[in-house]
């Protein structure tokens, strides 16, 4: 108290740090606006020459930080959140040189204090730093990363020198061949020094011919010695060896099904789009708010819709996985005709299936995991940098759910936002649909046509299922109808039997496909041009259709029913429902039958086939997988080392949108190279 009454005192530092410190509505404007409420910005918080201090803090994912305020540097969070610290202040205040300044920031404090206690939110003083923890998991993060690096630079610098010996011996061969039969007269060095410009010169030549070169068995004049040290350690040096996987990332495959990698890379970049306004909007808050958010806002607008709509993009890459899981497993299991049934030959072969599946997942997603447990907390900090504790909790608790693939059930009944690495949740249910899938593989190749009936059934029972369970439950996938759209995400979101139908779609493609789909297809005739633009157009109405009355009304609490209250979503409960049911139904059946139209006709003079087929899309797609993993890390670090609110404006949204995507890819080129590829060859 001695300290405040000083500080009241003295009116130089009292009215610098009333006009530094946040000046927030009250609780109704709460209750009737709050999202618009908790904009504002939080004062002058450079121009506060003392403390620091900002209030929203909690431990929960939905705490948003609304206020700051310029204290004496005496005082600790913990003296803010007291009960009496109010009635502390306002004695205070009563020393102050000027009295109406005096009451206006003890007026300040009390409405700040008011809005914590409604809350049960909290403060934080200074700028907030994550303390370190590096044993165990911080160690064993630098351990497998610096074992990573040591092997990547050892095999690429093993690997060089070898290929060039190889080359140079080849063509002195051949030289020596066509010497002997008069054809040419062949050129040796006959100094050291050109002998080590040809050494150069052939370095730089290595190339993919090289590549090609080193894996036959049959290359002609190989020298026995040579041949013996290529062998040794061979399959340790390929795996790690940097510049043969950066040749294969880069490689064009297979035309006829180039097609996905666009679809690939579009349906990643859509996702980012989301999660850059989701984990923007949650982290920090936007200073405007009025300008983002429904009724006003952009994403009431028909633009915002793309933003909103961002959903849909998770499901094309479940139909790519499905398509892919057929395609593969079809063609690497061995079709038996003996008289073990469908389920045995499956339980036979599940651990395969399943050691497989988890040693390409596995390296990559831990070592992201560790980063983003042990590494990303601690590259920053400042007023908003508390919201790691909220993030790493659940990874504490929880973890090993991770690492299982049920972290989309375990712990039941949490939204999952409250999970660890929560857009991790497709990686589970990516697992889980695999090891379902396998089945329907089996049982196609026991009687493809029973295959093709039983994912057909297995498909409308996920439909079925969704719009039962989104009728008695009321579910919303609108993203402010409050109440109905948190009971879907925690119940519907990231559940298997929900996403089944968008998995299964892809593997349904797969089945009626030709076995071969490399096999050149029929022409692309008009037929085919009228059932693309029917596809098109639905993928438009499911995309733009909620601008039509679904953000009519201002955003609701996640308490709040949007028919119960003047919040959310504008249109009944029946179009709810049918929204809910079948929207996801339209999209998968329509990038479904696109996949079936494009796989098989490179030359099919569409110009959505001709865009998704560009040959810059190759290495990105082989990026996807880990930019996936990286990009919400990437905007976390940067949005929470912020110092203010973000001001939105659709300009600088989308020059924030390529500066994820850029250094989400430069990242993921990183822990590609270095991870993901060797571990994937070494198995």
């Known amino acids: 108290s001695t300290h405040l009454s000083l500080f009241f005192q003295d009116h130089a530092a009292l009215a610098i740090a009333t006009e530094a410190s946040s000046h927030p509505a009250g609780l109704d404007a709460l209750y009737y606006q709050p999202w618009s409420w908790a904009?504002?910005?939080?004062?002058?918080m450079a121009e506060c020459p003392i403390q620091k201090c900002i209030a929203g803090a909690g431990i929960r994912r939905d705490s948003l930080t609304f206020a700051s305020l310029c204290v004496v540097p005496q005082c600790t969070a913990h003296d803010l959140a007291a009960g009496d610290f109010v009635d502390v202040m306002a004695k205070a205040s009563t020393g102050a040189k000027d009295a109406i300044l005096g009451r206006e920031y003890t007026h300040i404090v009390e409405r700040i204090a008011h809005l914590n206690k409604f809350l049960g939110t909290g403060w934080i003083c200074g700028d907030f730093v994550v303390p370190w923890t590096i044993w165990p998991f911080g160690a064993l993060f630098f351990v497998l990363a610096g074992f990573s690096i040591v092997a990547v630079f050892m095999a690429s610098y093993i690997s060089r020198p070898s290929t060039t010996r190889q080359k140079l011996s080849e063509?002195?061969?051949?030289?020596a061949s066509l010497q002997s039969r008069g054809d040419v007269t062949p050129i040796m060095p006959e100094l050291e020094s050109e002998e080590k410009k040809q050494e150069m010169t052939l370095i730089l030549e290595v190339n993919d011919e090289i590549w090609q070169d080193e894996k036959r068995p049959d290359s002609p004049n190989i020298d026995a010695s040579l041949e013996e040290q290529e062998t040794k350690g061979s399959t340790f040096?390929?795996?790690?060896?940097?510049?043969?996987?950066?040749?294969?990332?880069?490689?064009?495959?297979?035309?006829?099904?180039v097609v996905l990698d666009g679809l690939r890379v579009g349906s990643l970049c859509w996702i980012i789009v989301g999660h850059l306004m989701a984990i923007t909007g949650s982290v920090a808050g936007f200073s405007n708010p009025k300008e983002v958010y429904p009724p006003t806002g952009y994403l009431a607008h028909l633009s915002g819709q793309l933003v909103i709509s961002s959903r849909f993009a998770v499901d094309t890459f479940l139909i790519i996985s499905g398509f892919l899981t057929f395609h593969v497993l079809n063609r690497k299991l061995q079709r038996q005709n003996d008289s073990r049934g469908v389920l045995r030959r499956y339980f036979t072969s599940l651990p395969g299936l399943l050691l497989v599946r988890v040693v390409r997942i596995l390296p990559l997603y831990v070592m992201i995991l560790l980063f983003y447990?042990?590494?990303a907390p601690h590259m920053g900090g400042g007023p908003f940098w508390y919201e790691w504790l909220a993030l790493l909790k659940p990874c504490h608790d929880y973890g090993w759910t991770n690492l299982l693939f049920v972290n989309n059930f375990v712990p039941f009944g949490l939204p999952t936002t409250q999970t660890c690495f929560y857009h991790s949740w497709y990686l589970a249910v990516d697992m889980q649909l695999f090891l379902f899938s396998a089945v329907l593989v089996f049982w196609y190749q026991q009687n493809r046509i029973h295959g093709i009936r039983a994912t057909a059934v297995f498909w409308l029972l996920s439909l079925t299922i969704t719009a039962y369970l989104a009728a008695v439950r009321h579910w919303s996938i609108n993203t402010f109808d409050g109440a109905a759209v948190a009971r879907y995400d925690v119940e519907a979101y990231s559940k298997p039997h929900i996403r089944a139908q968008s998995y299964l779609t892809g593997v349904f493609v797969a089945m009626i496909l030709p076995p071969n789909i490399l096999e050149r297809r029929s022409l692309f005739t008009w037929s085919h041009r009228f059932i693309q633009l029917l596809c098109l157009a639905g993928m438009l109405v499911v995309s733009f259709l909620s601008c039509m009355g679904a953000y009519a009304k201002r955003a609701c609490q996640y308490q709040e029913w949007p028919n119960e209250s003047d919040c959310g979503s504008d249109w009944s409960e029946t179009e709810n429902w049918v929204f809910a049911a079948i929207s996801r139904t339209v999209w998968c059946t329509a990038i479904g039958t696109l996949l079936h139209l494009f796989l098989g006709r490179p030359d099919s003079c569409s110009a959505v086939s001709c865009i998704l087929s560009w040959r810059c899309w190759a290495p990105l797609s082989r990026l996807s997988f880990a930019a996936y993993l990286i990009h919400p890390i990437v905007i976390l670090i940067?949005?929470?080392g912020n110092t203010e609110k973000e001001v939105?404006?659709?300009?600088?949204?989308?020059?924030s949108f390529i500066s994820v995507c850029v250094v989400s890819y430069l990242a993921?080129?990183?822990?590609?190279?270095?991870?993901?590829?060797?571990?994937?060859?070494?198995?």
Do not use: H, Y
Request: net charge positive; hydrophobic share 50%; charged share 15%.
């Open 39 to 44: 904009g504002g910005g939080l004062g002058n």
């Open 171 to 175: 063509r002195n061969n051949i030289s």
């Open 237 to 257: 040096v390929r795996a790690f060896d940097i510049f043969a996987n950066f040749r294969e990332l880069c490689a064009l495959k297979s035309p006829d099904t």
């Open 373 to 375: 447990t042990q590494i």
């Open 638 to 640: 940067w949005k929470l």
């Open 648 to 655: 939105f404006s659709p300009i600088t949204f989308g020059m």
């Open 668 to 683: 993921a080129l990183i822990a590609t190279l270095f991870v993901e590829m060797p571990a994937s060859n070494l198995w």
